[in-house]
């Protein structure tokens, strides 16, 4: 029980850090990527709660993050909601909200919490890299089908502004992977350091 505090604890921490964390690079961001994205290294809370206490735990963490994001983001105001653009990809409007949700929140910031399959994470420097490269891909990838899905009309805003010819697929690649990469990139960079110094497991009790 004393131990399940703990982790209890640490989770609502550690989540508060990442929601933290992508307030305030979401400000630094703001104009970046008009539509939505930052660079932040607010997914390694959630990397280091998934190497610590493992993957159901990371996927809950995640989903925590997921919820709290979606509604710090308005999506689920009406305004935000009526803003959605039609998609030749997605018919009935309810199905289209409901794709918001899941591809653009639920299932990218739960899945971050796959970053503890790998063992020894908090051990060895490969498997805790590898965990951060595999959730980030899985979360871009979502990304990517929102982008083509939902939010392809965008491609002509894009195409305008760039001098592109870019259809809704290399459009969403091209507007995604940049913040993607970037965070991730950000998040190695902070998370070795904190490997370096031993304050990935810090504390840690089995």
């Not at 604890?9 to 990442?18: P, T, Y």
């Not at 104009?31 to 997914?43: T, V, Y």
């Not at 990304?143 to 392809?152: E, M, T």
């Not at 502004?161 to 091209?174: A, R």
Request: aromatic share 16%.
């Amino acid at each position: 029980m004393k131990n399940d505090v703990k982790v209890f604890a640490e989770v609502a921490i550690l989540v508060g850090v990442a929601v933290v964390l992508d307030v305030v690079f979401g400000i630094l961001s703001k104009g970046i990527f008009p539509w939505g994205g930052s660079i932040s290294p607010a997914m390694l809370p959630i990397f280091l709660i998934a190497y610590r206490r493992g993957v159901k735990t990371g996927l809950f963490s995640g989903l925590v993050f997921a919820v709290i994001q979606l509604m710090m983001s308005g999506m689920i105001s009406a305004g935000v909601i009526a803003a959605i653009p039609e998609s030749p990809y997605v018919g009935p409007g309810w199905l289209k909200l409901i794709l918001v949700y899941l591809l653009d929140y639920i299932f990218p910031f739960t899945l971050l919490g796959l970053a503890g399959i790998f063992k020894n994470s908090l051990t060895k420097l490969k498997p805790f890299f590898l965990g951060m490269i595999l959730a980030s891909s899985i979360r871009l990838i979502f990304h990517i089908f929102s982008g083509v899905l939902i939010w392809g009309s965008y491609s002509e805003w894009f195409n305008s502004e760039f001098g592109t010819n870019f259809g809704p697929f290399i459009y969403s690649v091209v507007y995604n992977s940049p913040y993607m990469v970037a965070s991730l990139m950000f998040c190695m960079f902070v998370g070795y350091i904190m490997f370096k110094r031993d304050l990935v497991s810090l504390n840690l009790e089995s």
